[in-house]
């Protein structure tokens, strides 16, 4: 009799929020199949702006309690994923969300990117060992859109990750995008403006080397979306329509599938699936 090792997969992200925006229908969709997936997130997210008009005292600038705060949205949105592994880089609280490039909180001491690398690569390398993942994604050298967090996100992982079968990079792709928000410009009471073209990060799809259905996961997907209710507001109508944005009132399509780079590892199999073709 062999027993084939259950698949693992392990994502880093940079913020709590990240795992659901790039990733959350992969993740839902792997847990359902029985896989192991460990969520790593970096920072609290104690930087981030608050839509609810009634939370607005927990920003960094007044009672500096988002981070604790988001701790209870990121649990509800991994429940809502399937997610029943998720650690916080170094234990809860150890590092600081860096803020966007060239603000004040880039300085504050425990800021990630203020972070000793070294020990930030030793705590990942720590999870990656005991977990044994095969797959880990992370976000591509520029961070998916350039926050600090995300970049140091992406070489932490890239240097801890050495003894995995693949490395994805999670991007979103500039076709599916653009019919996304094609496909919102015929809906009449969105209640957020369309997005400028160029104005949300996306990967020309040549680049793309793997192609992740979420279709049957985006039930999910919008539920751990609207678990990040301090950072994300979520739109559906009765004819299954949706839609998402962040604080800055953007309308952002739900797309049918996650797309991802393959970094390290063969790309034979792994069109459709991250383990395609892993013994
Ligand atoms: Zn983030």
Same mark, same amino acid.
Do not use: M
């Given at each position: 009799m062999t027993l084939t090792a259950p698949p693992r997969l392990l994502l880093v992200h940079a913020h709590p929020d990240d795992e659901s925006l790039w990733t959350g229908g992969t993740i839902a969709r792997y847990s359902a199949l029985g896989a192991h997936v460990t969520v790593v997130t970096c920072t609290l997210g104690e930087e981030g702006e608050i839509i609810p008009p009634a939370l607005q005292e927990l920003t960094a600038d007044n009672a500096d309690q988002l981070g604790g705060y988001r701790v209870a949205e990121l649990r509800s949105a991994c429940a809502a994923l399937g997610v029943t592994d998720h650690r916080f880089l170094g234990g809860i609280g150890r590092w600081r969300d860096s803020g966007m490039v060239g603000v004040e909180a880039n300085n504050h001491p425990r800021a990630l990117v203020n972070g000793s690398f070294d020990e930030q690569v030793d705590a990942l390398s720590e999870i990656i060992s005991s977990v044994k993942p095969q797959v880990v994604v992370t976000y591509d050298a520029f961070g998916g859109y350039g926050h600090p967090d995300h970049i140091r996100a992406h070489q932490i992982t890239t240097a801890a990750a050495t003894d995995v079968d693949r490395v994805f990079h999670a991007v979103t792709s500039r076709?599916?995008?653009?019919?996304?928000? /094609?496909?919102?410009?015929?809906?009449?009471?969105?209640?957020?403006?369309?997005?400028?073209?160029?104005?949300?990060?996306?990967?020309?799809?040549?680049?793309?080397?793997?192609?992740?259905?979420?279709?049957?996961?985006?039930?999910?997907?919008?539920?751990?979306?609207?678990?990040?209710?301090?950072?994300?507001?979520?739109?559906?109508?009765?004819?299954?329509?949706?839609?998402?944005?962040?604080?800055?009132?953007?309308?952002?399509?739900?797309?049918? /599938?996650?797309?991802?780079?393959?970094?390290k590892g063969p790309a034979e199999g792994a069109e459709t699936d991250l383990f395609g073709g892993l013994d």
């Open positions: 076709a599916a995008t653009e019919a996304g928000a /094609a496909a919102l410009a015929e809906i009449p009471d969105l209640p957020w403006r369309l997005p400028a073209e160029g104005e949300l990060p996306v990967t020309d799809d040549a680049a793309i080397t793997t192609t992740i259905d979420i279709s049957e996961h985006l039930v999910a997907k919008l539920r751990a979306l609207r678990a990040h209710s301090t950072q994300v507001s979520v739109w559906q109508d009765g004819a299954g329509r949706a839609s998402y944005a962040l604080s800055n009132g953007i309308a952002q399509p739900v797309v049918q /599938a996650e797309y991802y780079v393959l970094a």
